[in-house]
Each structure stands twice: as structure tokens, then as C-alpha cells.
């Protein structure tokens, strides 16, 4: 029988990579001490596809330009650049991955990616505590934040503590996350945080305190929604009155589209949500890569990237964008600890939230 | 409908037309349900039931079962109130209204479940339609959140699949002579009598389609009850959905996946076959 198309198109892509990886290896060869400032390379980056706009309009201009490149972006998922770097693991052909924290983890337990060194990258000196892990695996290059939407016409007044959604004047009008969506692990900490009193470094290990204070919220749920854009309906419409554990991002660009949404600092803090980037274990270019990095931590595009997208740059040295929290206390997240328990965490979610 | 023919397809050269969909039903449902099967009976260390027992073992699981039955039976019954009467004036409505009422009927499909799903959630809200009219006749003294509960859930799914009841009672209505019941009319038989004993019996095999449609379609539904229940009410395809997407645990998607698919089909079969003794009692 003839090859399939499915075996065909993979084979076109295996050719692709082929190529790629070839092509990288004889620049490697040729231009050997001198090669970032060598004519004509090109640099897979792999991400998430709604990577894709700021990756063209901001980074690469920039990299392009300093290293005469070309950057060559992958968007796909976290989970899926995984994938790729696991199927070409004596052959990479990505040279930088851009994925969430929590996937970084197994990819640093199977030996996928190189750490990052001051030598390499000297604008990691530069970057806020907290946000370089696992000895410089990878490194967070933006902080989206995590705090409270509201529909401003629904409240008159803004929320001001993450324990304004148990307030009971709010029966069924809160909107949570899945504790399957990555913003969802909020709430959950901030409850073991409320209810311990315990510092938020040690209260997100007191799991068993964070759910018995969460399934108080039930009164006041309207639904835990896994679909984002639901939520962000719900709200805008008027029907939810907050979304507890909101992303900046998310949030502020509706705001800016002109719809009825804010969202709120509370006193507490606010959570950094996972963007991470690192290098690929024997992928081509390493140098470039590095230099890739460098440029994306750096305070060039670290102060359009964190305007862009509405975060916090994690380049100390970058003013904080307009609009954005400027000296709220910012909780970190044990992404390990998460990790190895994540899947418990949801059995139990699904028995204690259910209706 | 066993005839002395039964065995002859076999000889029929007719019967080769079916080859291009057994074919492709072989190898995009049939081989990979296969897999699924041997995926979910794979251990570490070979051949192993214990995900079934672990599944089966745990009472949460049980009530993720009852969930799924409960709303694809609601569902299910919600459709026939509905739909059996709606097919009766299909099929005996005049030319054009039954073109009016065909389209009316068949043009929604092309919408997609996404689409109905965020108009229910308008629908439903606490200022929606829906709680402004249980408040205005006075069922209500104030609007109440339908939304994300179980009866919004099968109001909104029986909304989607209702086509699928309609059309299979529809297509063995308009086959039935309307003398029939007049006659039975004539020999003195009531209103109820005749229909139990003679419209009821000769519609089943609609009836049987439309339940067997309706209901192995919302006892397998993912996008409907993620949007218009949420996170908080699991059903087994919910559960599976997850097991796949988010935990990355193929063996207990595909245990899942086993046990939806062995209570649906014998929940079918059984229900077909016990319509198909009663009506045949009934005659």
C-alpha cells in the first residue's frame, strides 16, 4: 500500500528538522569562535502560539538585528514543545523553548535543557530574586500577575483582600478557575494562607488547611469554569461579579477592548504566574541562543515586552508598565511541590468543590 | 424482518456497497477502540483488571456514573415529551408548513454545540428570559440561578439533541395511516386505548431510534456540561476528557472510556430490545 498521509507529512517534517539540524551543524563547523556575529543563522525558538505576536514584534526585531539572525518561532504548547525536544533528543533542532514552569520540571529530570550561566547570559544578574530556578535550568523572562477581576458596574466597590469572595453578600456571584488551569493553584494557596496566617512560603505546603477553607467559598460559587473566555463572559455580562485568581493579561486586555472589567491588587500580594525560558540541551546554535536569552531579559525588551502584555518585568531594573501593581508583595509558587502533587490535589478538588 | 432471504446478502452482490464503510469504520473506530481496550487492560508488568477494580472501587467514581445516567436520561425523557408530539404535527402538517417546520428543525444543527451552549448561558442568567418569565407568572418571587445546575444542563442539552428524537419518530409517523386510529374509533376503542394499543405500537421503532440517538449522544457529551455546568458536576466523559488533556493518565482515560462505552451500548440494547417485547406484547 502507498505511505499514508500521516506518514508522509511526517517524514516531510523529519526532513525539515534534518535539514535544520545539518544546516546547523555546518555553520557550527565552519564558523566556529566567531559565531555570533556570522551572517545568515537562523534560531528555532519554540513556544506557546500565543507567544507568537510579541516573539516577532518585539524580540526578534532585536535579536535579529544585534546577531544578524534570523529567529524562527514554533508556537505550539508547553507540553508539546516537551514532546519535541523528547522525540529529537540526539538531534534537537530547537534551540531555546519558551514553556511554563511546571512543564520545565520533568524537562529538567529528563536532561533536555543546558543550564544558564552568568557568563553566557550576564543579564541574569539583573533579574528579581525568585525568578532564576533549579540553578539556572531556566528563568522567568515576564511575570503576568495574578489578582481579583471584578465588573466595576456590578460592584461599586472594589475588592481590597482575597477574603472578600467568602464574604457571603456575594452568594453565587464568584467565578474560581479549575484547579486543572495553572491560575486556579491561587486560590488554593491563598486559602491555606488565610486560614494558617503562616508566611506563603510555608502556608502553600499546608494543602489540607487550604482545602477545608476553600470549600467555605461553595455558597458563593457561581461556577469553576476550565474555559477562560466563559468566565470573562460570565463577568462582562454582569451574571459573576468577580473571577477570583484572574491573569493580568487576560483581564487588562479586555479592559482595554472597552469592556466592564478591572482588576485588583489585594492587600495580600499578588501572584507570578510561570514564564519561563531556557536553553535546549545539545541544540544548535547555543551561543545565539544565549545571546537570545540575554536580549529577552535585558532592559531593551523587558520594558516593551512587560507593557505589551500587560505584566511585570522580572528585569530588576525595568520601571514597572503603567497601570501595573508597583509595591505589592508578589508570592512565588513551589512548582516542584506542585508538580509531584498536582494530580492528588485535583482528585480531591473534584470530591470537595462538586455540587 | 427475517425472511427466508436472511442468509442470501451474503450471495448478493449488493451487499460489496458496504465494503467502503466497513472498511473505513474499521480502521478509524473500530482498531483504535481495539486499542483503547488493550491500553486500558495494560499494566506495568503485563495483562492486568486492576484499573477496573480501582475504578469501580472507589464510591466517588459511582456517583460520577449516576451523574452521566441521570442527565443523559433527563435528557433523553425531556427530548420524547417534546419531540413525540412535535413529529406527529410534522408529519401531518401540510406541504409547505412541513417544509417551514423541517428546516426550522434540521437548520440548528449547523450551528455548532459551542455556539448554543454561550446562548443558553444568556438564556439562563438570573435576568434572562428563562427567571424573568418564572418571576412575571409568579412560580418565582425572585430571579434563582439556573445556570451551572443540573436542570440548566438538561434543558440546554435536550435543546441540542432534540432533532435527533424528532426526525426517527417523524419518519415512521408519516408511514402510518391516520384511518388506522379512526378505525379503532368506529369499533369504540377510547382516545387513551387507541393510542396504547395502536399509535404507541406502530411508532416504537421511531421511538426506539430517536431514545437509542438521544441517549448515547448526551451520556457521552464533553462540550455541553463543561460550559453550562462547569468543573463542578463530572460526568464519565468529563473525567476521561481530563485523564487525557490534563493528567496525561491514558490508562484511566481509557478505563473510562470502556466502562461509558459498555453502560451506554447495553443501556441501548437493553432498552431496544425490552420496547421491541412490549410492543410486540402490545399487538
Known sequence: ?355 | MTTKGAASPWRDPVALLAVPAVLYLLVVYAFPLLWLFMKSLTGPTGLTVQPYVSFLSDPFNWRIVGNTLRVAGWVTLVCFLIGYPAAFALARAGALLQIVMLVSIILPLSIGAVVKAFAWQIVLRRDGVVAQLLVGVGIWDEPQRLLFTETGLVLGAANIFLPFMILPIYSVVKLINPRLSEAGATLGATPLYRFTHVTLPLTLPGVVSGVAFVFSMSVSMFVIPSLLIGDRFQTLSTLMGRSFLLMRNEQLGSTTAVILLVLAVSIVVGSTWLARRLGGSAT
Open chain 1, 1 to 355: 500500500m502507498n505511505k499514508s498521509p500521516t506518514t508522509r507529512s511526517r517524514t516531510a517534517v523529519l526532513n525539515r528538522r534534518t535539514i535544520l539540524a545539518a544546516a546547523g551543524a555546518a555553520t557550527a563547523a565552519l564558523a566556529a569562535p566567531r559565531i555570533l556575529h556570522a551572517q545568515g543563522k537562523e534560531l528555532v525558538v519554540g513556544g506557546a502560539a500565543s507567544h507568537k505576536g510579541f516573539v516577532e514584534t518585539i524580540i526578534a526585531p532585536v535579536v535579529e538585528k544585534k546577531f544578524s539572525c534570523k529567529v524562527v518561532f514554533e508556537g505550539s504548547r508547553s507540553l508539546v514543545n516537551l514532546e519535541k525536544m523528547q522525540k529529537n533528543k540526539d538531534k534537537q533542532y530547537l534551540s531555546v523553548v519558551m514553556m511554563d514552569d511546571p512543564v520545565m520540571i520533568p524537562a529538567v529530570a529528563e536532561g533536555l535543557l543546558a543550564p544558564l550561566t552568568a557568563a553566557k547570559v550576564p543579564n541574569l544578574a539583573a533579574l528579581k530574586p525568585g525568578t532564576i530556578h533549579m540553578d539556572g535550568m531556566w528563568c522567568n523572562y515576564l511575570q503576568p500577575w495574578l489578582g481579583i477581576a471584578y465588573n466595576p458596574k456590578a460592584m461599586k466597590t472594589a475588592p481590597t483582600s482575597w477574603a472578600d469572595v467568602y464574604d457571603p453578600k456575594y452568594k453565587g456571584r464568584v467565578i474560581l478557575p479549575s484547579l486543572q488551569n495553572t491560575e486556579g493553584l491561587a486560590n488554593l494557596f491563598m486559602a491555606a494562607f488565610l486560614a494558617t496566617g503562616k508566611p506563603m512560603a510555608e502556608a502553600q505546603k499546608d494543602i489540607d488547611a487550604g482545602f477545608k477553607k476553600l470549600v467555605t467559598i461553595k455558597p458563593n460559587l457561581l461556577t469553576a469554569y476550565t474555559q477562560m473566555p466563559q468566565a470573562y463572559n460570565l463577568l462582562e455580562q454582569g451574571e459573576g461579579f468577580m473571577i477570583s485568581s484572574a491573569i493580568s493579561q487576560v483581564a487588562l486586555e479586555r479592559k482595554a477592548a472597552g469592556a466592564p472589567v478591572e482588576i485588583a491588587v489585594p492587600k495580600e500580594g499578588i501572584f507570578a504566574m510561570p514564564s519561563g525560558v531556557a536553553l535546549v540541551k545539545g541544540g544548535p546554535q547555543p551561543e545565539l541562543a544565549a545571546g537570545y536569552i540575554n536580549e529577552m531579559i535585558g532592559p531593551e525588551i523587558q520594558a516593551k515586552l512587560s507593557a505589551a502584555t500587560y505584566s511585570l518585568p522580572t528585569n530588576k531594573d525595568t520601571p514597572v508598565p503603567a497601570g501595573a501593581p508597583t509595591n505589592a508583595t508578589i508570592f512565588g509558587i513551589d512548582w516542584k511541590f506542585v508538580a509531584d502533587n498536582r494530580a492528588d490535589w485535583v482528585k480531591r478538588w473534584d470530591r470537595d468543590m462538586a455540587m
